[in-house]
């Protein structure tokens, strides 16, 4: 397919556990972020990746969190010590450079629940 | 940090009828996104605004932006049950921030056939 890819689509997994959720961003598109949409906060920010530059990781929640990108395509998102608290939806969105026309193209998102 | 604030936060109507979703930003807005969620899915781009007076139109749905009150408005003309779901506003930082989308909390979009 064309779109974004995101797997698993579900994940339930024991706290303290570690989880990797996998994104392929659309072909072509150089910029690649993550999301965090649960009930209580909304969609949040999480992290961007855009080319070859650092990444923004401004908005991870904790150290337990982290993400990276190999050959500016797929990436993985790992969160360690999995704690209920994080039990949301995880999107994954990406577009060209991130300037000012180009939207961001979003996957269906993997749902992780921590027991 | 820039907050979102959107219009109702949920809306019922028959179809048919016409509706307005705003979305009104804490600070400058640098542009505006509008995305469509189905439950259990992803968000689907909607439209782009980047300036201020900007209107654009899909189908029957139509986005405009206001700069000056750092507001965008969605309207949606005779509706139909298509058009159910939750509607985001989006927001993205400025500068080298561009790239961080803030959101609204969504409006809950219902349509009775």
């Known amino acids: 397919g064309a779109g974004v890819s995101q797997s698993p689509s579900n994940k339930v997994t024991e706290k303290g556990k570690d989880v990797e959720l996998r994104c392929d961003p659309i072909?072509?598109?150089?910029?690649l972020y993550w999301y965090r949409q649960s009930l209580g906060q909304g969609l949040e920010f999480l992290i961007y990746?855009?080319?070859?530059?650092?990444?923004?990781k401004s908005g991870l929640p904790s150290d337990r969190f982290s993400a990276e990108r190999t050959g500016g395509s797929v990436s993985t998102l790992t969160i360690q010590r999995t704690q209920q608290e994080d039990s949301a939806v995880y999107l994954c969105a990406s577009s060209f450079l991130p300037k000012k026309n180009q939207p961001q193209h979003f996957g269906d998102g993997t749902r992780l629940s921590i027991l | 940090s820039q907050e979102l604030e959107q219009s109702p936060q949920s809306l019922i109507v028959q179809e048919g009828k016409n509706l307005t979703i705003n979305c009104t930003s804490s600070?400058?807005?640098?542009?505006l996104y509008w995305y469509k969620q189905k439950y259990g899915e992803g968000l689907i781009f909607l439209m782009m605004?980047?300036?201020?007076?900007e209107e654009k139109s899909h189908e029957k749905i139509t986005a405009k932006l206001d700069e000056k009150k750092q507001q965008s408005s969605l309207h949606i003309t005779a509706s139909q049950p298509s058009h159910a779901g939750i509607y985001l506003c989006?927001?993205?930082?400025?500068?080298?921030?561009?790239?961080?989308?803030?959101f609204g909390q969504g409006t809950i979009l219902t349509v009775h056939p």
């Open positions: 989006g927001a993205p930082g400025g500068g080298t921030s561009y790239g961080k989308l803030t």
């Open positions: 605004l980047q300036k201020g007076g």
């Open positions: 600070k400058t807005l640098y542009g």
């Open positions: 990746f855009q080319g070859n530059s650092a990444p923004d």
């Open positions: 072909s072509g598109h150089t910029a």
